[in-house]
C-alpha cells in the first residue's frame, strides 16, 4: 500500500502531541502524503483538509479520534504540501479529487468509511456522498455547503458573490501566485489571520503552512481546484444525499453566509446542524474540542 517515498524529512515532521506517523500511499494512480494514527483494525475515518491548508489543519481531532478506537488517515489532498502535483488545470475536477477518496478507501483495504471535510475538503466530501454513497459509513461537512446550494447561492445573492470574490482573482495566470510569495506569503497569512479570532494561529502555525505553500508548484496547484470549478462548472448528477450527514459549521464565517447551512441540511435525508459559536470558517482550530466531540458523536 506504501510507497518507498521518504517521509522523514524536518519540515514534514509530526508535531510531538500529534500521534501517528507521516507516510506515502498510492491512490487512484496518484501518490499521497498522508498522516494515519490509530490501530489497523479501527474503523476508518478520512480528515480532508481544505484551502490553504494541508494535513495540519487537523492536527488538534486526530487524538481525540484514536482514542476512540478509530483508525484515522489524512492526507494532504492533491496538489497541496507533500502529495503528487499534477500540472494540468482539469486534474483538479470534482471527479477526480472525489476519485481520490474513493481511492484512499481502497488503498487502505477496505470497503467503507467515514469521511470529514473542511471547506473544500467538505466540497470534495458532499461530492463523494452524493455519487459513492456506498463507500460512506457518514459524512461530516465542516464550514462547506453542499454544491447546488453553493451554486443557487452565488448566481442569486449578491452579498455571497462579493464573500466569494477572492475566487475570481485566482483565475488570472500567474499574479496570484506571485502577489501571495510576496513579503514571505504575507497576503495568505493576513487572510488567515484577519478572518480568524485572535490567536487562533501561532508563528509555529504559519511556518508550517510557509513550508507547505512554497513547495516547487504547490501554490499553483492549490489555485488550480479553483481554477478547474470555474472553468467546467460542475452539477452533481443528484442533489439528494442519503448518508447520514452533520454540518459543523462556525457561525461567524466571513466567506460563506450562514444561512447556506440549513440549506445544504435540507438536501439530507438524514442530516443535522452543529452550530458553533464563537467560532468562524476556522472552527477546528478555534473550538477543537468541540468539533473533535460533534464528529466523534456523529461516527458512533
Not at 490509530?38 to 475515518?45: A, K, S, T
Not at 466540497?123 to 464550514?143: C, E, K, M, Q, Y
Not at 459543523?248 to 447556506?260: A, E, N, P
Request: proline residues 6%; glycine residues 8%.
Amino acid at each position: 500500500m506504501h510507497s518507498s517515498l521518504n517521509a522523514a524529512t524536518t519540515s514534514g515532521s509530526l508535531p510531538a502531541d500529534v500521534p501517528g506517523k507521516s507516510t506515502f500511499v498510492e491512490a487512484n494512480g496518484r501518490t499521497f502524503h498522508v498522516v494515519e494514527a490509530g490501530p489497523d483494525d479501527g474503523e476508518l475515518v478520512l480528515l480532508l483538509h481544505g484551502f490553504p491548508e494541508f494535513w495540519y489543519g487537523w492536527r488538534d481531532q486526530i487524538r481525540p479520534l484514536v482514542n476512540e478506537g478509530y483508525r484515522v488517515v489524512v492526507p494532504d489532498q492533491r496538489g497541496y504540501n507533500r502529495s503528487e502535483r499534477p500540472g494540468r488545470v482539469r486534474d483538479y475536477r470534482i471527479e477526480a479529487l472525489s476519485a481520490d477518496v474513493t481511492g484512499l478507501i481502497d488503498a487502505y483495504d477496505r470497503e467503507t468509511a467515514a469521511l470529514v471535510g473542511h471547506d473544500w475538503g467538505g466540497v470534495v466530501g458532499w461530492w463523494t456522498a452524493i455519487h459513492d454513497p456506498d463507500r460512506l459509513l457518514s459524512f461530516v461537512a465542516v464550514n462547506a455547503p453542499h454544491p447546488t446550494v453553493i451554486r443557487r447561492t452565488l448566481s442569486g445573492d449578491p452579498v455571497q458573490l462579493l464573500r466569494s470574490s477572492y475566487a475570481l482573482f485566482f483565475q488570472v495566470p500567474k499574479v496570484p501566485e506571485a502577489l501571495t510569495r510576496a513579503a514571505n506569503w504575507r497576503l495568505p497569512v493576513r487572510m488567515m489571520r484577519e478572518s480568524s479570532m485572535p490567536g487562533t494561529f501561532s508563528t509555529a502555525d504559519f511556518d508550517r503552512y510557509r513550508d507547505a505553500w512554497r513547495r516547487e508548484g504547490a501554490f499553483t496547484a492549490m489555485l488550480n481546484w479553483y481554477r478547474a470549478a470555474a472553468r467546467r462548472r460542475p452539477v452533481p448528477d443528484d442533489d439528494e444525499v442519503t448518508v447520514p450527514t452533520r454540518l459543523i459549521w462556525g457561525v461567524h464565517d466571513q466567506f460563506l453566509k450562514h444561512g447556506m447551512a440549513y440549506d445544504s441540511i435540507d438536501y439530507c435525508v438524514d442530516g443535522r446542524v452543529t452550530n458553533v459559536h464563537e467560532a468562524t470558517h476556522w472552527v477546528q482550530h478555534e473550538q477543537p474540542v468541540t468539533v473533535a466531540d460533534a464528529i466523534i458523536d456523529e461516527l458512533a
